[in-house]
């Protein structure tokens, strides 16, 4: 059920199959910064949800997917008003732990993560005391970052919950487990690319950030609908800002002052509205290993 809700991997052609969404976390010199690209339909309806704290719940941010009429919408990427932020990738399937005496993440879980925890540590121990339904079907990772500079990747894999701390300034994420490295991964996945850009940071800043969404972002075309990065966000945790981009175009994004929008009060708001003429950073196609001219187009 979770795996139409949640950004799925879209299976793309030519040529080859592309997987969808990707992580990235950098904290340094008392900077902390999560960011994110969503792959998926650039025909889906994605909304930027802002909601005030309320009824013991943080407020928060999200980026996220009308998946049902009536509905709320499916937080996809998130930050709260602790410091608290998160998005996801699916990977492959395996299998992920269930326990009925435990209570059942939804469709929404990642919004609740957010709404409920304060730090990383304590979303870790929410997902803990949860279970995903043992026909979600979502197969994904998740990471988070939070204002003190905790952060990790957390897998559901093996019939368990494994935690995946950051080593050194920076983490990533694609559609690879990070618990058991794919073998076929290669030196231009965008795994690969990524982490060499991250592994080559001077200064932490949102430009860095936006550089490695770019590299790692993708675009195509499947059964003539444009398909890849949808939106894409940069959450400066300790600048209690939120930068967001819509399909692939980087160089005019929205900031939003965290605490700024959530005094506002609520907001449901098509990112189609926001940026209703979009100017993709580049042109063609860009997969998993980078620019690539289909070959109609050579």
Known sequence: ML?????????????????????????????????????YSWSSNMQLHVTPASDGLFGRICLSMETVP???????????????ALSHAVVPKSITPYDPDKPQFRHNFLEKIVAESA????????????????????????????????SAVIEWVDGEVKVL????PTQIMTNSLLSKPDAKEGPN????????????????????AVS???????????????????????FDITGRKVHIFYKRDYDHGLVLDLD????????LE?????????????????????????????
Request: aromatic share 4%.
């Open 70 to 84: 009536g509905w709320t919408p499916v937080g996809m990427k998130c930050m709260n008003d602790q410091g608290l």
């Open 165 to 168: 701390r950051r080593s050194g």
């Open 3 to 39: 795996n139409s809700l949640i950004c799925i991997a879209a299976a793309l052609v030519a040529p080859a199959v592309l997987g969808a969404c990707s992580g990235i976390t950098i904290v340094k010199n008392g900077t902390v910064l999560l960011a994110a690209n969503n792959d």
């Open 119 to 150: 730090t990383v540590k304590q979303a870790i121990s929410m997902i803990r005391a949860y279970s995903l339904p043992a026909e979600h079907n979502a197969h994904i990772h998740v990471i988070l970052a939070d204002s003190s500079g905790d």
């Open 212 to 234: 490695v969404l770019k590299e790692i972002s993708i675009r195509a075309r499947y059964k003539e609908q444009d398909v890849g990065t949808i939106d894409s966000a940069v």
């Open 189 to 208: 996945s965008r795994l690969s690319r990524g982490s060499r850009m991250l592994a080559e940071l001077k200064e932490p800043s949102v430009a860095a």
């Open 270 to 298: 098509p990112l189609s509205k926001i940026f209703p003429n979009p100017v993709p950073f580049e042109t063609g196609w860009r997969i998993e290993t980078g620019p690539y001219t289909p070959k109609e187009a050579k």
């Open 260 to 267: 700024g929008a959530l005094a506002k009060g609520p907001r």
